[in-house]
Nanobody
Framework: QVQLVESGGGSVQAGGSLRLSCAAS????????MGWYRQAPGKQRDVVAT???????VYADSVKGRFTISRDNAKNTMYLHMNSLKPEDTAVYYC?????????WGQGTQVTVSS
């Protein structure tokens, strides 16, 4: 019933930056945990970063210090600021949200980083 829509993906050169957005169809205040995941061709979907309703953040080691996750409850939107992008960051990035025992996923947005 809840829809999550990612945007902001695109193609950039190594060292560049992008900001991904995840817009929810309703208030995100009841999502106790939200996060970004990514999946490259031939690989499993892995967590990139998560953020709780108390703004506690956790990052994968591969992106720590380069990516920043945030959520704006007033705009019903979660963000992923990506800096110093590397070719290995190339993947489809997915938004995820959890409430109670329910799990919601967005459709994904493509990020491509060239050398």
């Amino acid at each position: 019933q809840v829809q999550l829509v990612e945007s902001g993906g695109g193609s950039v050169q190594a060292g560049g930056s992008l900001r991904l957005s995840c817009a929810a169809s309703r208030s995100i205040t009841n999502f106790n945990v939200m996060g970004w995941y990514r999946q490259a061709p031939g690989k499993q979907r892995d967590v990139v970063a998560t953020i709780t309703s108390s703004a506690i953040t956790v990052y994968a080691d591969s992106v720590k210090g380069r990516f920043t996750i945030s959520r704006d409850n007033a705009k019903n939107t979660m963000y992923l600021h990506m800096n110093s992008l590397k070719p290995e960051d190339t993947a489809v990035y997915y938004c995820r949200a959890t409430a109670y025992a329910y799990e919601y996923w967005g459709q994904g947005t493509q990020v491509t980083v060239s050398s």
